[in-house]
């Protein structure tokens, strides 16, 4: 069982400090690497497996955001449900398949589904292009 104190050790340092007020979609991707690297130094120190396993998550949707930046400049941060009209992230098979399990882990009956699947959407392969 770790310690707070050893979790920090083993993870090389202590909690970083986010900026006051990141602006652009890449500023925005630097703080949010630098939260997640922060939550998973202290999510080490719960001992719990699955707690963890969220960071997996969260990094998993920091990538994608970042791909889906650099590739396809689309701005992440108005990708949610509650940005209609918006573009979406495009989510390649093998991401999906991380996520998911991921979740089975962190839910083991969870009832999983595909993109491609939900919300009766016209795809272009696991991407979503109903917006």
Not at 40 to 68: D, M, P, Q, V, W
Request: with cysteine.
């Amino acid at each position: 069982m770790l310690t707070k104190e050893e979790a920090v050790t083993l993870l090389g340092g202590s909690r970083k400090e986010l900026p006051d007020s990141p602006q652009t979609p890449e500023e925005i991707l630097q703080a949010m690497k630098m939260a997640a690297s922060n939550y998973y130094r202290e999510s080490i120190a719960t001992n719990c497996h699955t707690f963890i396993e969220f960071t997996g998550l969260i990094n998993e949707y920091i990538k994608i955001c970042e791909r889906n930046l650099k590739q396809r400049g689309v701005d992440f941060t108005k990708t949610s449900a509650h940005c209609p009209g918006e573009p979406k992230l495009q989510i390649e098979d093998w991401e999906l398949h991380y996520i998911n399990d991921k979740l089975r882990c962190i839910f083991p009956n969870l009832q999983l589904v595909e993109i491609k699947d939900t919300l009766e959407a016209q795809t272009d392969g696991d991407y979503n292009t109903n917006g």
